[in-house]
Each structure stands twice: as structure tokens, then as C-alpha cells.
């Protein structure tokens, strides 16, 4: 360990703005520990969602007062078990498709940050069966169809609760085989996600569906620990800011996973079905329409 008759004897000149702040330095001394970085602990896995809502965040805090910086775990985690390190103080903010269950059990940062796009649902199909679906004109079409999805998603009450049936399976992959076998006729996907599950199913004959499009409010939040309501304002704040600054928008359209999703779609020319989302609570600001993407927009 160096001592203080180890240091070198020679020591180099110092200009002006060093020895500014060196001066500053020895002024403030331990003052400058109060005004640390804050650290808002996150855990990212290699889901593209995860790196978008991390980019996100750090969005938000260029327009937060303080110096905050994220710091990212790397653990594979479940959501569960991330909901779990929440309320344990082991982790600050992390992300969830948000439902009133969800909402009563941690504090949400209303800002969706996906513009809703989550619930614009294609359906993965058997392209043999496209022709059934080019018959689909209105909503009494779209109800002779069956619906595939994992048991205890939410999905199932929104499909459930606007009069479509919904075939269940309590494994994710057997949804793939089971389309492909003709146990139901579409299983529906948000639009970031069909393109990544065909590619990892390369055995099976599926397809995305050429023209139709559910679409229904499903937010995509921010979450806190319901004992820091202060930073999830200062959060929120700091995206109202970003979006009403331009920021945010063009974070969101500029991200490859949001690009390669709307150009993939081709959302604007799909016959949209608006559906009902019993799911949601009513604080969901359904009236800020400037959170929320709308095929207009395209």
C-alpha cells in the first residue's frame, strides 16, 4: 500500500482548471457525497421489451431534477420472481403488460410506454386456412373463429368477454402445434412478437395472418414499489416531459424492434376489430389520446 513517502516527489504542474477543481474538491469536501448518482436498480434479460423499457427510463431521467443512473442486473429471471425482488427493496423499477391485478399489488407509472401498440394482436396461423380469413368482414365473421391461448393469460378475459372463443393449453409451446394441427384457428400475437416465435418453430408451416388486426387498450408500464410513490411521479414527470418535448416519440418509432414490428404488420392496411378490455382500472388515462398510438398515426 502506498504511503504518503511513496508518492512521487516530482508532481506535475496543474493548469488553471485543474487547480479549480482541486480547489472546489477541498472546499466541499463531504458535501460532494451527498450529491452521488442515485442508482435505480433494474434487471434486464434478453428480451428485446427489456432493453426498450431500460432506453426508456433513461429517457425520463434526462428530464428529472438530480443525478440518477441505472443500474442493470442481468439475471434471467421470471416476472414473478422480478415482482418479488421489487417489494424486497432488491430492485427500484421494472416493466409489466399492466392489468388491475397487477396494479393493486405495485405502483404504476401511467405512461404507457409502448403507445398501446401491445394490444394491436395478428394471429399466427396455418396458411392453408388464409382463405377462411379473407372472408372475415365484420364482427359476426371473426366470431366463427377460434382463438388459441396460454391458460391464466389475461388475454383470455378480454377474447372471452367480447364473445370469442378461446381454446386454452398450459404449455406456450404446444399453442404452435396445436394452431398448426388445426385445434383452433389463430392464436394471437402483439405485433412485436410472431416473427421472433415462427423463427424459433422453423419445423412448422405456420404464417402470419395477411389482413386482420385486434385492437385493444393493453398499457405497458413502468412499475415502482408502492413505498416510493416520489419517484414514480419524478419518473412520470420525466416522460410527460420527453413526449411533450418530441423525445419520446421519436425514441419509440426510432427503435429497430418498433420499426421492423409496424413495417412487418403492415398495420394501416389490416381491417381492425376493436375490442373491450375489462382488464384495465380507471385510472388508466384513456383520455391523454396523446399516449396512445392509433392506426392514424401510421
Do not use: C
Amino acid at each position: 500500500m502506498l504511503s504518503l513517502f511513496s508518492l512521487p516527489r516530482r508532481i506535475p504542474r496543474l493548469g488553471p482548471k485543474a487547480l479549480r477543481g482541486l480547489t472546489l474538491t477541498l472546499l466541499l469536501g463531504g458535501s460532494l457525497t451527498a450529491s452521488a448518482q442515485t442508482a435505480l436498480r433494474v434487471n434486464q434479460t434478453d428480451h428485446p421489451l427489456d432493453a426498450y423499457a431500460v432506453g426508456a427510463l433513461r429517457i425520463a431521467l434526462e428530464y428529472i431534477e438530480g443525478d440518477y443512473e441505472v443500474e442493470v442486473g442481468r439475471d434471467p429471471i421470471t416476472q414473478t420472481r422480478a415482482i418479488e425482488r421489487l417489494e424486497a427493496d432488491q430492485m427500484d423499477v421494472m416493466w409489466l403488460a399492466s392489468n388491475r391485478e397487477v396494479e393493486e399489488q405495485l405502483l404504476p407509472i401511467r405512461f404507457p410506454l409502448l403507445k398501446g401498440l401491445l394490444g394491436y394482436r395478428i394471429f399466427i396461423i396455418n396458411p392453408k386456412r388464409q382463405s377462411r380469413f379473407d372472408q372475415v368482414e365484420d364482427f359476426e365473421d371473426l366470431k366463427q373463429l377460434t382463438f388459441g391461448q396460454g391458460a391464466g393469460w389475461p388475454d383470455i378475459k378480454i377474447l372471452e368477454s367480447n364473445g370469442l372463443e378461446v381454446i386454452t393449453t398450459s404449455k406456450y409451446d404446444n399453442l404452435f402445434y396445436m394452431v398448426e394441427g388445426g385445434r383452433f384457428d389463430a392464436f394471437p400475437r402483439g405485433v412485436l412478437e410472431p416473427w421472433t416465435e415462427l423463427a424459433a418453430h422453423p419445423d412448422l408451416p405456420l404464417a402470419v395472418e395477411d389482413n386482420l388486426v385486434l385492437v385493444y387498450k393493453l398499457p405497458f408500464y413502468l412499475f415502482v414499489s408502492p413505498d416510493k410513490p416520489e419517484l414514480a411521479q419524478a419518473i412520470h414527470d420525466g416522460l410527460d416531459q420527453a413526449l411533450a418535448a418530441g423525445r419520446f416519440d421519436e425514441y419509440f418509432y426510432g427503435t429497430d424492434m418498433i420499426e421492423d414490428a409496424l413495417t412487418r404488420s403492415n398495420l394501416k392496411n389490416r381491417r381492425p376489430f376493436p375490442l373491450e378490455n375489462p382488464t384495465l382500472t380507471e385510472e388508466t388515462p384513456l383520455e391523454r389520446e396523446e399516449y396512445w398510438l392509433t392506426l392514424d398515426d401510421l
